[in-house]
């Protein structure tokens, strides 16, 4: 990619994880049945909440990271996997695990739409998730 495309990239990373922090992420969390993950952040050590779409197939909790290793949510589960999910206002507790390997975009087609849709659209390093619930 040339260095202008680099900058166009880094530039819309860094408006749509601005809006998404400042606007849509505190909204969206207020929601009763939105998604979220917890993480704990591995700096502070306190809860750090990401509302983010996925679906549950049986004890496994699937999702895209639409920034992948950029993600401070990724960050704190390479940090410590111990995780939470909270899907139809119901807490799980997890193990995530991040997978490389497989296929973002396939992935993506098996997820609710609406989701898939943002991270299709603004991701620029997608990155597999897999919650395994204890519950």
């Given at each position: 990619m040339t260095e202008g495309g680099i900058m166009a990239e880094d530039l819309r990373d860094r408006i749509t994880k601005l809006f998404q922090k400042?606007?849509?992420?505190?909204?969206?969390?207020?929601?009763?049945?939105?998604?979220?993950?917890?993480?704990?952040?591995?700096?502070?050590?306190?809860?750090?909440?990401?509302?983010?779409?996925?679906?549950?197939?049986?004890?496994?909790?699937?999702?895209?990271?639409?920034?992948?290793?950029?993600?401070?949510?990724?960050?704190?589960?390479?940090?410590?996997?111990?995780?939470?999910?909270?899907?139809?206002?119901?807490w799980h507790k997890g193990v995530a695990h991040l997978v490389p390997d497989d296929d973002p975009q396939a992935r993506l087609r098996s997820l609710p739409q609406f989701n898939s849709f943002g991270v299709r659209t603004f991701g620029t390093n997608l990155m597999t998730v897999r919650v395994d619930l204890e519950d």
């Open positions: 400042n606007v849509a992420n505190r909204f969206t969390k207020m929601m009763p049945f939105q998604t979220l993950l917890e993480t704990t952040g591995r700096k502070s050590g306190e809860p750090r909440r990401t509302p983010l779409g996925g679906r549950r197939v049986g004890n496994e909790f699937w999702f895209v990271s639409e920034f992948g290793d950029s993600s401070q949510y990724i960050k704190n589960i390479k940090a410590d996997p111990a995780v939470r999910v909270r899907l139809n206002g119901k």
